[in-house]
Each structure stands twice: as C-alpha cells, then as structure tokens.
C-alpha cells in the first residue's frame, strides 16, 4: 500500500478530532496528531492512549513541535521513513499566516511527492473559509478532501459499554449549577478493578474535568502499561474527589464571606489543600 495526502474540512480543532476519532483503528500501524491544543486540553476531546499527541508551539517542551515549516516537514520526513500510520496535523490556517500561502503550499507539494512511496497516511485540517477561492483550489488540487457522514459528538453523550460489562453512567452532560454558575461536583459510581481499563479511565477523566476538576496527576497515567498502578492511582483521585465534592456542600451551605468561599473553591478544584480543609470546616467531626 503506498501513501497519500488528504485533507479533512473542519472550522475547528474540536471538529477535526472528532473526525479523526472515526479513522482511528486498533492496528499495529502508528497514530499521530499534532495540534494546537496541548495533550492536556486534548484529553478532553480524543482517547490520547490511541495516539500519540505533538503541540504545535514555540514553547520548547517535551512534546511540542515548533510551527516552522522546517521543523514540521523534518519531524514528519522522519516519521515517514520507516513504518506506517497515519499523521493528523491540524493548524494550516495559523501556518499560512505566519509564513504565507506560498510556503505552506510548497511544503505540502513536497510532502505529496516523498509520502508516496511511504506506507502512511497524512491528513490536513482545513477551513475553507480561511483561504481565499485561488489558494483553495491550488490547496485541494494537491491535497483532496476526504468527505465525511454527519459527525455526532458521541465522546460526550454517549454511555460506555464496553466488552467487559462497565457502563459509565453520564452524569457529567447536565450537571447543576452553583450559585455562582460553576458546575456543582457530584458523586460518581466508583469504578470496580475487575473490566478496568485506559478506556475507562479516559472517559471518567472527561467527567471530572466537566465538573472543573484539575486532573492532571491522573492524566500521565494514560500512558502508564501497568493496569494495578493505573487503578491504584485512580483510587486516590476517586477518593479526593469524594472529599472535595462534601467540601463543595457545606462551603455553599454555611460559609458567607466571598472571599473565603472563592479561596476554599479554588483550592477544592485544584484537589489541594484538603486535609487543611476538614480540619478546618469538620474539626467537630474529627
């Protein structure tokens, strides 16, 4: 199978990853992303276990590709050599205007040519609406658009039931408002060890951050092979969350002072502070 170039219509980096959630597959083959969003704002939109996540940034990290049109052709000339997959790159809009049409067209003219005689896929996001009617024409004339059915967001209202008989209840689409029009935080059915799996987790992840949790001690885990650790770490979290979720309660039921209500929310969102915090509000209790 040799490769290609295409390209998918979308307006935003939601829309192109919930396209790309549709050419995903469980093969061998590699699956990358490269993105404007970082992999800590696409854990919400994409199951980062399936594919490998670069940011597309000045900023010099772990993970990030810096937006020249020299680097990104080298990083994917260099992936192309060997192996196969699929590369999704989003971002030609912002591409264009740091380095013009012309550039950025010649570099896909040259990609067209070497992926050819590759065993991977490239896939462009591209809103037509960015371009003007000349340099779309010269853009699909090089890279030709894949065509779609009607996309639904099935990664937020969908219940999961997988193989092992786990079903995620979706108590995170309508969550009650607080006063001050954050989401109220809710108990969530706690998740048993036997059918755990990266899966799972990803989806009760997406769950806690609709709730305004900060999961990110959680979110390294995706990457982890060792399923007892990812479990046990996961434990910790339910367990903070639950102790965050009585916090939340009795703040909004018997603290007045604003400004103490804001600081206590923040640090309860932030899953910090929350021994302080019983002893401070449940000492009676302790």
């Not at 009617?133 to 894949?146: G, I, N, T």
């Not at 967001?153 to 979706?170: A, F, Q, Y």
């Not at 969350?241 to 932030?270: K, P």
Request: proline share 3%; glycine share 4%; hydrophobic share 35%.
């Amino acid at each position: 199978m040799t490769g290609q170039i295409c390209s998918i219509q979308a307006t935003s980096t939601e829309s192109f990853v919930e396209k790309i959630d549709l050419l995903l597959d469980e093969e061998s083959t590699e699956q990358i992303l490269i993105s404007r969003y970082p992999q800590t704002r696409l854990v919400d939109l994409i199951d980062i276990s399936q594919i490998q996540c670069y940011w597309l940034t000045t900023l010099q990290k772990t993970g990030t590709i810096d937006p020249s049109l020299e680097k990104i052709n080298h990083f994917i000339d260099s992936t192309i050599q060997s192996g196969s997959g699929k590369i999704f790159i989003e971002g030609i809009e912002w591409l264009v205007s740091l380095h013009s049409f012309d550039a950025v067209y010649s570099m896909l003219r040259a990609l067209s040519d070497r992926v050819v005689s590759s065993k991977w896929t490239l896939y462009f996001s591209i809103s037509e609406g960015s371009l003007e009617q000349r340099e779309l024409s010269h853009f699909y004339r090089e890279v030709p658009l894949v065509q779609f059915p009607d996309v639904q967001n099935s990664l937020v209202d969908e219940v999961v039931k997988p193989d092992n008989g786990i079903s995620i209840p979706t108590e995170d689409v309508e969550l009650d408002l607080n006063e001050d029009g954050t989401p109220k935080l809710v108990f969530l059915t706690r998740l048993p060890r036997q059918g755990f799996t990266k899966q799972i987790l990803q989806r009760r992840i997406l769950q806690w951050r609709r709730m305004g949790l900060d999961t990110s001690d959680i979110e390294s885990m995706l990457y982890q092979e060792d399923v007892e650790k990812m479990y046990a770490s996961y434990r910790t979290i339910e367990d903070n969350v639950r102790r965050a979720t009585e916090l939340e309660r009795y703040i909004y039921q018997n603290i007045e002072d604003s400004q103490e209500r804001t600081i206590s929310m923040f640090r309860i969102r932030q899953l910090t502070g929350l021994d302080e915090l019983e002893l401070k509000y449940f000492h009676n209790d302790l």
